[in-house]
């Protein structure tokens, strides 16, 4: 049953390169003129013949088009090819009383029928994504058979005759006409899945609309990253495990099912988990990916079969070693002591205790001076509900709120981090700098082992000559895309903290299919295209770009 798919597509695509093979080669001359003998003794129109020769290279396309279906365990692949195999060998004897033809079409037709079990998958063939690789190979199928035409036809007496009277001949005008017939079915293919609306898989997983169920999980998760409390931000499917006791949070884009960092919960449900998710979204012919996943979660990735890209470094830094003392601290030290000099306090409000007004107020200034709006799916956004659920770090200036922080906790406080990180304009020069070491020093007290500084994109690429061709431009970008993103700004002010890097990557069935997933974060994260394009209403003040992280 393992290698009933393989088998099935071998089937399907030989088929149809027969049958394209036939549609551009020569027909038997007597078979021929005893057919059109036949069709005028019953009065049949011989246009039949034209017609048969026509549509059997068009399914003999379909055929080869159907086989990367089965291969990928299409139910509907299965069916159509059993309805395209027998629709061929019907066709068969009214090209020439072709009759080995349709012998081996109903043999084919036999030799997949009793597979239907092998093909469990459920997505419409008019939803499935047709790789670039899928139309390549259809292509030079046609063209093969168009070359074995012309070479058939130039072998035989057409050679000393001029192409106008070979184009006369009925026999290679039906050639040329199935020919050029699937060459046109195949381009009409291409430009149609160019801009076919998307599958839309239905939501995966239950109904949660408080988060009762999500918010229980990560009270008590054993593997929980900060971020996984994005699952509270509204703007993601679930998958949650038998127990209930984990869940997988992905965002959907196109075909593409984009998990956020791996499964929150219990240990020792997240291989199932991930399987399940794997093939959740095989089963809808979607693209699965996962994003932002750490060096431990590598080994599930590589049993999922998963080819693997990193994409940046997130900087943790240990909280019981930092210090404010010596001399790589001077600076930051100073803008620290110089904030609080100001009048700058600091407080960490639990849930639901910040003014939403206040924050809000805050939170509508740094967007004035912010490209972008508000994230979503890596990133949360201003909306009261999310915030009320998390600590707020906050810092007043005579008693105003001028810079506030959003604070992600975990259950075992491995690691804590922060979220939103918002000022407006009467803040104090350099407040990130004391916002972070107030943190640092709030956290250790609180008893965290290290806080998350978050990612710095693109960081930690290779640009050397054998690294793979994602990791050369990414440096490149991050070396020389300042236009695009602060890429080296955010790295040099989170080394201020002396963190640990650790590389993030992402992980997708296959390599091609990573910068096309990459793309979809970044859409979910900004909103879609209006989202990347909208600028900046003015500059933003140099001293500021500190929170840039």
């Known amino acids: 049953m393992a290698l009933a798919p393989v088998l099935a597509a071998g089937a399907a695509a030989g088929g149809g390169l027969m049958l394209l093979a036939s549609g551009a080669t020569p027909t038997e001359p007597t078979r021929i003129r005893e ?15 034209e017609v048969s020769h026509f549509v059997s ?24 090819t059993l309805v395209t195999l027998i629709a061929a060998a019907l066709l068969a004897p009214f090209k020439g009383f072709n009759w080995e033809e349709s012998a081996v079409l109903l043999a084919l037709a036999a030799l997949i029928l009793p597979f239907r079990e092998a093909f469990p998958r459920q997505a419409r063939l008019s939803k499935i994504e047709i790789a670039p690789g899928w139309l390549i190979s259809a292509l030079m199928a046609v063209l093969g058979a168009g070359l074995l035409g012309w070479w058939s036809f130039a072998n035989r007496s057409y050679a000393d005759q001029t192409w106008w009277r070979l184009m006369a001949d009925a026999d290679a005008e039906r050639a040329i006409r199935s ?13 149609w899945r160019l801009f076919a609306t998307p599958a839309t898989p239905p939501v995966a997983g239950e109904d949660d609309p408080d988060f009762a169920r999500v918010r229980a999980i990560l009270a008590k998760a054993e593997a929980a990253e900060p971020e996984s ?21 992905f965002g959907v ?14 240990r020792d449900e997240r291989m199932a988990l991930l399987w399940r998710f794997r093939e959740l979204a095989d089963a809808h012919a979607a693209r699965p990916g996962l994003y932002s996943i750490g060096t431990d979660d590598l080994p599930e990735a590589v049993e999922l079969g998963f080819a693997i890209q990193k994409t940046g470094e997130s900087a943790m830094v240990p909280l019981e070693g930092f210090s404010l003392q010596g001399r790589r601290r001077e600076v930051l030290r100073r803008n620290w002591r110089k904030v609080g000099e100001g009048g ?9 205790a910040a003014s939403m007004d206040e924050l809000k107020r805050v939170s509508d200034a740094w967007l004035d001076l912010h490209a972008g709006g508000e994230k979503g799916f890596s990133l949360g956004g201003f909306e009261p509900r999310y915030v009320q659920e998390f600590p707020v770090a906050v810092v007043r200036q005579d008693g105003a709120i001028t810079a506030f922080a959003t604070l992600w906790t975990t259950p075992l406080r491995d690691a804590f981090s922060m979220d939103l990180m918002r000022y407006c304009g009467s803040s104090p020069k350099n407040v990130m700098d004391f916002l972070f070491v107030e943190l640092l020093q709030w956290g250790r007290e609180a008893g965290y082992r290290c806080f998350d500084f978050g990612m710095a994109p693109l960081a930690g690429l290779d640009d050397r000559p054998l690294a793979p061709l994602f990791s050369r431009v990414g440096r490149l970008l991050f070396e020389r895309g300042e236009d695009i993103y602060n890429f080296r700004g955010v790295r040099r002010y989170k080394d201020k903290f002396d963190p640990v890097w650790r590389p993030r990557y992402i992980a997708a069935p296959l390599k091609w299919s990573i910068p096309i997933l990459l ?30 992280a």
């Open 344 to 352: 700058a306090t600091f407080e960490v409000l639990p849930p639901g």
């Open 35 to 49: 057919l059109f003998q036949l069709l005028e003794d019953l009065y049949a129109p011989p246009i039949l013949v």
């Open 179 to 191: 020919s050029a017939g699937a060459a046109i079915v195949l381009l009409g293919i291409g430009v």
């Open 519 to 548: 793309a979809d974060v970044g859409l979910l994260s900004s909103g879609g295209m209006a989202g990347l394009t909208r600028r900046a209403k003015r500059e933003e003040p140099p001293e500021k770009l500190s929170d840039a």
């Open 253 to 266: 884009r196109g075909r593409s099912w984009i998990a956020m960092g791996g499964p929150v919960g219990r």
């Open 229 to 249: 409390n994005l699952a509270l931000l509204g703007d993601k499917r679930f998958l949650f495990s038998e127990s209930g006791e984990s869940f997988l949070m």
């Open 57 to 80: 290279s068009i399914l003999g396309l379909m055929l080869v088009l159907l086989a990367f279906g089965l291969r990928s365990r299409l139910g509907a692949a299965w069916m159509a």
